[in-house]
């Protein structure tokens, strides 16, 4: 598989260096080795979620209860949980750290996956969710702490774009 297991297991490490201790996911094909992570993990507690905007449910009820989260989505789930985020998330103000696999950016190889690319960002923009595209190993942990500091401290959704540079080996 040409997902990148050190880059994932360094995505992870970040996202427990600031005190993740919940994340909700489908299954995706450039989060597996993320997934495994959480999933192996008995400090972890990993939602596996049948659509992705019961993740934001799942995040604001781990909010309330204390507990940081994050949901692990690709931007085609971001697309389909945008009700749930300005619906729930913006109007109660919910800290929400979503790190996102940007299918159908530069080198996309799956035609069904471009239209999302061409939209993410747009549709991030137009919500005001502030985000950062994710794409080398040396920004990952400080740019992880910068989102998680942020939506804890905006109470609003952030969102990390992962790329392919970062998230393959080829």
Known sequence: MPVSASNSKLIYDALKECDIRLMSALPETWLVHLIRLAD????????RLAKEEEGIGISAGAHFAGVKSAMLMQNHGFLASINGIVS?????KIPLLM??????????RDPWQTQGGNVTEPLLQALRIPYFVLDAMDSVRK??????TLAESSLQPVALLLTRDLMWEE
Request: aromatic share 10%; proline share 3%.
């Open 143 to 148: 740019r992880i702490r910068q989102a998680q």
């Open 99 to 108: 790190l996102i696999s940007y299918r159908g950016s530069l080198g996309e």
């Open 88 to 92: 729930f998330a913006h109007l109660y």
């Open 40 to 47: 192996e993990d008995p400090k972890m507690i990993l939602v």
